[in-house]
């Protein structure tokens, strides 16, 4: 798929078809939010979208590539399509990101036509940034459409949902990214399916693996988390480890592994599980599945945390999450030898 014109994925055609139905029949509103799990293109269907309404003469419901704003929208440099993301080095979309927008939404269309807002993740904007954008989304100016992208819709004020049409991009059908994702995959060792599994069905995130040394460093945390679970690592060291990492990535691993050990504590087969170290799965079977269940309760909570942008320290947020793993552990040795077992 070449990255001009941006066409959407084979698994948003449903979308695709009603987004074009909506702009054909006049009732396209001001403003939509994209909403579903990370990694299915959510960014991706926006941009295809923005870069429709931006072309002079399209083409079935494609880009033309070849008019003015095609071509300003393939150099990236298009004055009407406007981004709005956290600043570099910020977690957050900050109130005069936003107040900066809504000036230039106040002005006409530098291109004479519609202008068009791409804002992501909407749940990255503070409380006053996210007050300053409900003038633009109660007030819209003309021929402006605003896509909000949100990973977690709930975490954006109900201000804002309810002012936006909202669009729930499901995870696609397992099938069907297979077919998409297998020809990608020629030169490299590992197979589609156990490729998917481990990025949990989400095709770009599976994708994105590929990139780098991902593969090698969930392995690598996987390693490490077991020598902590067998006592051959202490926590304070594993965390001195980890906090090197990127630690949005490792705490999303953590809590898919979390996720996939509660399946399998429960009996039920899991893939992920089967392929970990002996060693690492025997460890396990101390610990109730109930218990799983509350300990990724509190990984989700420290995952919200991280991603707020309170900037917690990181050493500490890794040291308290490992050293409560510890303790989940001996709790499970210690009822394991109170029932006889």
């Known amino acids: 798929m070449s990255d001009f014109p941006a066409l959407p994925y084979p698994w948003q055609q449903t979308q695709w078809q009603q987004l074009c139905a909506q702009l054909h029949g006049q009732k396209l509103p001001h403003a939509l939010m994209f909403t579903g799990p990370r990694g299915i293109g959510k960014h991706h269907l926006a941009a295809a979208f923005g870069q429709l309404l931006l072309c002079q003469s399209p083409i079935a419901d494609t880009p033309c590539a070849r008019c003015r704003g095609c071509q300003l929208n393939q150099a990236g440099t298009h004055p009407d399509m406007l981004w709005l993301e956290p600043e570099e080095g910020s977690k957050a979309i900050k109130v005069d990101q936003v107040r900066e927008l809504t000036e230039m939404l106040g002005k006409t269309a530098q291109q004479g036509g519609r202008k068009v807002v791409i804002l992501e993740p909407a749940e990255a904007m503070n409380l006053n940034a996210a007050n300053a954008l409900l003038k633009s989304l109660e007030e819209p100016a003309a021929q402006t459409v605003i896509m909000l992208v949100s990973h977690n819709a709930n975490s954006v004020l109900p201000t804002i949902r309810s002012r ?14 297979i077919h998409w994702l297998s020809p990608l995959l020629a030169g490299h060792s590992v197979d589609a399916e156990v490729l998917l599994e481990v990025a949990h069905g989400a095709p770009l995130a599976a994708l994105a693996l590929l990139q780098g040394d991902a593969l090698e460093e969930r392995e690598q945390w996987l390693a490490q988390l077991t020598r902590v679970s067998l006592g051959q690592l202490s926590a304070i060291e594993c965390a001195g480890q980890w906090q090197t990492s990127d630690v949005a990535a490792l705490l999303e691993w953590f809590s898919s592994l979390l996720h996939n050990l509660t399946r399998w504590s429960a009996g039920v087969e ?10 690492f799965r025997s460890r396990l079977q101390v610990v109730a599945p109930a218990w799983l269940h509350r300990y990724q309760e509190k990984l989700l909570q420290t995952r919200s945390q991280w991603l707020s942008g309170a900037n917690p320290n990181k050493q500490l947020l890794l040291e308290e999450l490992l050293l409560d793993w510890c303790a989940l552990l001996r709790a499970g040795t210690y009822r394991q030898v109170a029932s006889g077992h």
């Open 164 to 177: 936006c049409q909202m669009r729930l991009l499901p995870m696609p059908r397992k099938e069907q990214v």
């Open 270 to 279: 899991d893939p992920i599980i089967t392929r970990a170290p002996a060693e």
